[in-house]
């Protein structure tokens, strides 16, 4: 019902304006002979017009999204999370969040890590794994988020499987729920559960 009131204002605005900017009669003799660039200046203005407004109801739309999406899934620090239970390969799951507008979930400190882990215990399951959108497919050991960009906070498992221990086989990392939001570097090719991140800030 919103979006519907906000184009009927856009095209009132609209409406309003082209009737200002539409030169009288009299306006028209003191430009001597200028209507025809007086009408494509106005048209002009009201084309720009038109394309903010487009850009701004895509924005709305697109937040609107990402309001449903916290609705489904959590906010946790400006960013919703939505889980998916079906398990898939980690370049699968990478395409999917991407296609839904985000990315695979990668926490950026502890506070965040506990509370994606807390997330996937209640939506996904408390023995489940989930994949991280961090890997080290370019160069074994420097672990990529999926913007390219060096993983500063890590949380591996270290003290019992001495993570990341997988070498060239396992560039993939998931959290585990079994071990309590500590990460494990996994074959790509596993299929696993996933939650995309949104940024909505």
Known sequence: MEFRTLVTLCLLILVHFSVQDTPTESNIKKK???????????????????????????LLKEQQALQ?????????????????DTKKRYHTASEDCIAKGG??????????NDQLYEY?????????????GINDMLTEGSWLDQAGATVRY?????????????????????????????????SCRAEKASVCEFNIV
Not at 36 to 56: D, F, M, Y
């Open 154 to 186: 890590k949380n591996w498992e270290t003290e019992i499987t001495h993570q990341p221990d997988g070498e060239r086989a396992q560039n993939c990392a998931v959290l585990s729920t079994t071990a309590n939001g500590k990460w494990f570097d996994e």
């Open 120 to 132: 996937v215990r209640r939506s996904v399951g408390p023995e489940e794994h989930i994949w991280l």
């Open 32 to 58: 001597n002979g200028r209507k025809e660039g007086g009408n494509t200046a106005a048209i002009e203005e009201l084309k720009k017009q038109v394309e903010n407004i487009q850009e701004e109801l895509n």
């Open 103 to 112: 990315v695979l979930s990668t926490p950026m400190n502890g506070d965040e």
């Open 68 to 84: 449903t999406v916290c609705l489904k899934g959590t906010k946790i620090h400006g960013k919703c999370y939505l889980a998916d």
